[in-house]
C-alpha cells in the first residue's frame, strides 16, 4: 500500500477508488541530497509529502546564517504554507537534508483533489492542526526551559532526529551553536 494512503487511513476511513483517485493527483519525485525543492522569493506552489527521506524549512537571516524552522521525516508534510496558502513568493527555502522520494502536489490540483474527494478536506485540515499544534509546544518549550533541559526533551521525543540530522543542522533548528550542541551532547554520554 502506499505509504500516503496508509497514512490518511490512520486518520480516516478512505475507499479503494478514493485512494486510486488521491493517488492520481500527486507526482512521485525522486531527490538526491542537498536539492533545493523551494527557494526564497519564488512563488511557493507545491506542498510535499515525504515517502522517505528529510526535508528542512529554513530561512537565512541578516548576518547570513541558515535558520532550519522545520523538518521533515517520513509521513509528514512540508511547505512555505503561508506563501502556498496566499499564492505568494516564499520566505522560506526547502531543500532535502537526505536522498528522498517526495510526493508533491501543487495548489490546484490539491483543490481539484478536495472537490473529488471531500474527506482529504478534513485529512489536510487535521494534519494542518497536528503540525500547528507542534509548532506551538515547541515555542512554548524554547520559552519555557533551559537550553539543557529543552535539548534533553527534544531528543527523547523525537530520537530519530539525533541520528539521521547532522549536528548543525539539529543546533540551527535549536537555537544553539554547533558548538553548543557538542558540548550538551558530551554531557549526555
Known amino acids: 500500500m502506499e505509504p500516503l494512503i496508509a497514512h490518511i487511513r490512520q486518520q480516516l476511513l478512505l475507499s479503494s477508488d478514493e485512494a486510486k483517485l ?49 523538518f521533515a521525516i517520513e509521513n509528514w508534510w512540508l511547505t512555505d504554507y503561508l506563501a502556498f496558502d496566499t499564492e505568494n513568493i516564499a520566505a522560506f527555502n526547502i531543500q532535502t537534508v537526505e536522498d528522498s522520494v517526495l510526493l508533491q502536489i501543487d495548489r490546484k490540483r490539491l483543490a481539484d483533489l478536495t472537490k473529488m ?62 558548538e553548543y550542541l557538542s558540548e550538551l551532547r558530551k554531557r549526555n554520554k
Do not use: W
Not at 22 to 43: N, P
Open 22 to 70: 488521491v493517488m492520481g493527483y500527486f507526482t512521485r519525485k525522486k531527490v538526491a541530497k542537498k536539492t533545493l525543492l523551494l527557494k526564497e522569493g519564488q512563488t511557493c506552489n507545491d506542498l510535499f509529502f515525504v515517502e522517505k527521506g528529510c526535508l528542512r524549512l529554513y530561512f537565512v537571516d541578516d548576518k547570513g546564517r541558515e535558520q532550519i524552522t522545520h
Open 117 to 178: 474527494v471531500p474527506v482529504m478536506d478534513r485529512y489536510f485540515r487535521l494534519n494542518l492542526q497536528r503540525a500547528y499544534g507542534a509548532a506551538q509546544r515547541r515555542i512554548m518549550m524554547m520559552y519555557e526551559k533551559s537550553k539543557e533541559a529543552y535539548f534533553f526533551e527534544f531528543i527523547e521525543k523525537h530520537p530519530e532526529f539525533a541520528q539521521r540530522v547532522p549536528q548543525y543542522m539539529l543546533a540551527s533548528f535549536l537555537g544553539f551553536t554547533p
